[in-house]
């Protein structure tokens, strides 16, 4: 019983991180249709801003995973304006090979100012005890975060303005601007939101990772993967596809190794593609 | 006769495999063993680069998944070469078994991918996530139970002390190893130039330029994509394997991130649709990376994303494209010619005797209670109707009618919600729109859908070459393009055609398809009173040998065409009758007018 319950709990807590990484890509991807490459750096950018801040005693964890999405999407604005603009109108692989670009420089420089490892911070103190078994409430409070996240988003995109400005640009971006929708800066928010949430999923992950440079390489090979079975529906898509591609590798890997974990992932996603091209949301009529 | 073959030699790609050969042959006496080892490194990564080229740069297929395929052959030779090698004495057969192992994966991947239809750039996404995913697996390989036979995999550290290449029981030497690999190279480019010049070559272009168009034409594209996916991965297994045959070692970073940029980036620098581009491409980044070490060190990332930036937001063509058209400019002879003295399209359009020597078999076509619904939104509504009986059917109807989607319904790029479709009396409901097209249904789009990157010759030939079922006689090149008058603009690239031109084009496809039923969907749009009036003429022509379908709102069109009419109006058959009945019709009247329908 004690074992169900940890299994289904550990399988929360990988589904809630495939999700917090997955979203700034999925967000992104959806409503501009830009392979963000450096996307992973960016989870790596908000990890270690968050643990710069909580060794230097700045601030505590919470201000500081706040403060590090606000560091990304200050970065983001950098990029959009310096990268991703100028190629508007040019093909998709032309943004997805830039951000490329982008990810490596970013990667060195991390390498230079960080090493390629670092002292990491601890997760908030506390554990729930299930019989023979501990389980930090850390790790209990991510899905739950995950899920208000997403909730946040699917709010934001319902019922502001931005949000009904940014569904119309992505539908039809020479309509929306002729009707006086201003894409650019649409695209500019939607973007920076993308950055800021990739800070922010990899500033929750800082605690419960080690902290490197090439931390966010080994999560975007998920996050991608998530976001193409997730499908149209960017938000409810990207859950779903977090919850089944999550929970199918976290499962497996309890049971054998972290590698038949991740070639499980593969392999279910792979089914998905050819059983479901458009994704799990692509026969639903919801946009989000 | 020496410059003739030399010529041939040159258009088919052969010319420089050749030159590379006899360099490789003389050239390791001269060079140190430091440099023919750094060289034959830039050949196994130009070995590389060049299936990119082929799949991407020719193809039009971006794939991550390169260094993938990369890697899959360094390990396969690994384990290949460690368990027969001792037996054996030779490493050439796990060369091979290195090809088959990137193949085989690549074509469980593309099968995937292709069948499964996903787009362009969740395919570049579905590639790299496959590299990234096999890093960390291979990673995680360190414990003793990862082994095949006696070969260890390794984990992190990988695999070391792999035999080199080997034949007779001994291992070349550095500079035999260096002339070994210069050799395959050229064979390989040699392979490759052969493929992308002749028809083969004018197929793939066809697939980068306009797959839709393809697949209407009759071409499996799933089926071309999946074999150049794998004929492409092979190649990047050989370059994997000689490259772990020059290291005699092998690790999971063949499938890092940096390495999957770095084949992007030989590519782009070298210039996407140049062969030779790919080889210089990675001589010239390497190179870079070289220097730049030398000036700060161990920060090649930095270095390679900052190449690629500027590539991509700077010269996005690359070096080779660049190259060729200073060159162009300096000798403008070499740019593409036009037929001199030929009369300007709109002159005159002559008319063949014949379009084709033997008559095809006109088609008939039924639809029976057909339908389609979009999420809640009826678009069709259990419509039938049949065609074959008059040489000339015309559809007419407002807009929203369904008259396009009742096209595609029958073309196969819609599937239907409900009922049948006959053609030629076998029911085609469930084939794929190239089998419809084989079959001998053939469809002018209403936007033109032609290959606009190619000529008009080599558009037309495309379509010759597509696969049929009936082995009717063809059109030459010069009839088709002769009865739609385009012959004087045969060498002219598509996209410089005028609209009209470029409607005439898609016709000229039609023809040289040859299909007994072809569909036009709104055939004169776009077109001056006197391009109307051949079409009208064309038209009449061609319904001489085939039934012809058109959806058309142009009354004048519709009238000078002479035909039975159905109106459609809100996804079913409101009307039935000659265009004098029609017109007469208060009611049809009414909803072209936009008014309210008397009740």
Redesign the interface.
């Known amino acids: 019983m004690d074992t169900a319950v940890v299994v289904i709990l550990s399988a929360l807590t990988s589904i809630a991180i495939l999700l917090l990484t997955s979203l700034g890509l999925a967000v992104v991807f959806g409503l501009m249709r830009i392979v963000n490459m450096a996307h992973g750096e960016f989870l790596m950018i908000g990890a270690f801003a968050t643990t710069t801040l909580v060794r230097s005693g700045a601030m505590p964890l919470w201000m500081a995973v706040l403060s590090a999405a606000a560091f990304c999407a200050l970065i983001g604005v950098v990029v959009e304006v310096a990268f991703i603009r100028p190629l508007h109108g040019r093909r998709l692989i032309d943004t997805l090979l830039a951000t490329f670009g982008l990810s490596l420089v970013m990667y060195q420089i991390a390498v230079d100012i960080f090493g390629t490892a670092s002292p990491g911070i601890d997760a908030p103190p506390g554990w729930l005890q299930l019989g023979r078994y501990s389980v930090s409430y850390y790790s209990l409070a991510l899905p739950f975060i995950a899920v208000v996240v997403t909730l946040l988003l699917y709010l934001l995109f319902k019922s502001t303005r931005y949000g009904l400005l940014a569904r119309a640009a992505a539908q039809d971006a020479e309509m929306a601007s002729a009707l006086g929708v201003e894409v650019r800066r649409v695209n500019l928010y939607t973007f920076v939101l993308g950055c800021a949430l990739a800070g922010l999923g990899g500033a929750l992950l800082s605690p419960v990772v080690a902290v490197s440079p090439g931390v966010g390489q080994s999560y975007i090979g998920q996050a991608f993967m998530t976001v193409v079975t997730g499908g149209p529906a960017f938000l409810l898509g990207t859950l779903s596809a977090s919850a089944l591609l999550g929970g199918v590798a976290n499962v497996i890997s309890q049971f054998s190794t972290n590698m038949w974990g991740l070639t499980g992932l593969l392999l279910v996603a792979a089914v998905l593609v050819r059983v479901l091209p458009r994704g799990l949301s692509g026969n639903w009529s919801r946009q989000l | 006769m020496a410059t003739d073959i030399v010529r041939a030699m040159a258009q088919r790609g052969l010319l420089w495999p050749v030159l590379l050969v006899g360099l490789a042959l003389v050239l390791p006496s001269w060079i140190s063993n430091a440099g023919a080892l750094k060289w034959t490194l830039w050949l196994c990564y130009g070995i590389l680069a060049l299936s990119l080229t082929l799949v991407w740069g020719v193809a039009g297929i ?1 794939s991550f998944g390169q260094n993938a395929f990369f890697g899959i052959g360094a390990y396969a030779y690994a384990v290949a070469a460690l368990n027969f090698y001792p037996s054996t004495g030779e490493t050439l057969s796990a060369l091979l078994i290195a090809a088959c192992a990137a193949a085989l994966f690549a074509a469980a ?1 593309g ?3 292709f ?4 787009g ?3 395919l ?3 590639t ?6 096999l ?3 291979m990673s ?2 360190a414990g003793p139970e990862f082994r095949i036979g006696v070969a260890q995999l390794g984990g992190f550290n990988g695999m070391p002390s792999l035999p080199g290449i080997a034949m007779g029981g001994t291992e070349l030497n550095i500079k035999a190893l260096f002339a070994f690999v210069a050799c395959a190279g050229a064979a390989l480019y040699a392979l490759v130039g052969f493929l992308v010049s002749g028809k083969y070559g004018e197929v793939l272009a066809g697939l980068r330029e306009n797959e839709t168009r393809m697949e209407l034409l009759g071409y499996d594209v799933r089926l071309l994509k999946l074999l150049i996916f794998t004929l492409s991965a092979a190649l990047a297994g050989v370059g994997g394997a000689l490259f772990a045959a020059w290291g005699t070692f092998v690790n999971p970073a063949v499938f ?3 390495q999957a ?1 770095l084949v ?1 980036i030989w590519v ?1 620098v070298g210039g996407r649709g140049s062969l030779a581009g790919a080889f210089v491409g990675v001589g010239t980044v390497q190179w870079v990376c070289d220097k730049a070490d030398a000036i700060i060190a161990q ?4 270095v ?6 500027i590539v ?2 700077v010269f ?1 063509g690359g070096i080779v494209p660049t190259l060729r058209r200073l060159f162009q400019r300096i000798s403008p002879k070499l740019m593409s010619r036009t037929v001199a003295g030929a009369a300007s399209a709109n002159d005159h359009l002559t008319m063949p005797a014949a379009l084709v020597s033997t008559p095809s078999v006109r088609g008939t076509l039924a639809a029976r209670d057909v339908g389609k619904r979009f ?2 939104v009826t678009v069709l509504d259990a419509l039938s109707i049949e065609w074959g009986s008059e040489p000339i059917h015309i559809i007419v109807g407002p807009n929203g009618a369904g008259k396009s989607t009742l096209f595609k319904l029958l073309t196969g790029q819609l599937a239907a919600t409900r009922g049948s479709i006959e053609f030629n009396n076998t029911a085609i409901t469930h084939l794929p729109s190239f089998e419809r097209a084989r079959r001998g249904l053939g469809i002018k789009l209403q936007v033109p859908s032609v290959f606009l990157g190619l000529t008009v010759e080599q558009n037309v030939r495309i379509a010759r070459m597509a696969p049929r079922h009936n082995r009717s006689a063809k059109a030459s090149v010069e009839t088709v393009l002769a009865a739609v008058a385009l012959l004087p603009q045969r060498q002219t690239i598509a996209a410089n055609l005028s609209h009209g031109e470029q409607q005439w084009l898609e016709i000229a496809l039609l023809i040289a398809q040859n299909p007994s039923m072809m569909l036009f969907d709104e055939p004169a749009a776009g077109m001056t009173q006197e391009e109307r009036r051949k079409t009208v003429e064309l038209l009449r022509r061609l319904s001489e040998q085939h039934t012809i379908v058109v959806v058309e709102h142009d009354m004048a069109f519709v009238r000078a065409l002479a035909a039975p009419i159905v109106m459609l109006y809100q996804g079913g058959i409101f009307k039935r009758g000659s265009f004098d009945e029609l017109s007469a019709d208060a009611d049809v009247r009414a909803i072209y007018l936009g008014r309210k329908r008397a009740a």
């Open positions: 971006f991947l099968y995937v991918m069948y499964g239809r996903v362009d750039v969740y570049a996404i579905v790299l996530s496959f590299t990234l995913i890093y960390t697996v995680s390989t890092s991130l940096p940029a992007a782009m920060q090649t990332p930095l390679l994303g900052v190449i690629l930036l991509v937001m996005p999420g809640g």
